[in-house]
Nanobody
Framework: QAQVIETGGGLVQAGDSLRLSCLAS????????MAWFRQAPGKEREFVAA????????YYADFAKGRFTISRDNAKNMVFLQMNSLKPDDTAVYYC?????????????????????WGQGTQVTVSS
């Protein structure tokens, strides 16, 4: 099994930046794709960004393009989400997700069911 822990959330003003971090740990687990999802109050959890094991494939939700950047450090089993120009609509709990096997198609990166391990989430609140 693996443990996934997110950090870096907080309360910021519109236009500010935040960097979320996610650490995956597990002695016998291989970590492949890593992703961020978010869930706003009263809404379903939605895809934010994902990155392949090599970092060669990166995907973003439309709302994240141009403002958010996902990256990873395989030596530390970590994934990061740099969020710039934050808006009140970005207010949500942000979840890190990790897959233990590789994906066969790009569409898999966008689907919650593709990921095996999830963190508890970190709250991001953007005030206007």
């Amino acid at each position: 099994q693996a443990q996934v822990i997110e950090t870096g959330g907080g309360l910021v003003q519109a236009g500010d930046s935040l960097r979320l971090s996610c650490l995956a740990s597990g002695r016998t687990v291989s970590f492949h794709a890593m992703a961020w999802f978010r869930q706003a109050p009263g809404k379903e959890r939605e895809f934010v960004a994902a990155i392949s094991r090599s970092g060669g494939s990166i995907y973003y939700a439309d709302f994240a393009k141009g403002r958010f950047t996902i990256s990873r450090d395989n030596a530390k089993n970590m994934v990061f989400l740099q969020m710039n120009s934050l808006k009140p609509d970005d207010t949500a709990v942000y979840y890190c997700a990790v897959a233990k096997v590789g994906f066969g198609s790009p569409s898999a990166f966008y689907q919650m069911a593709s990921y095996d391990y999830w963190g508890q989430g970190t709250q991001v609140t953007v005030s206007s």
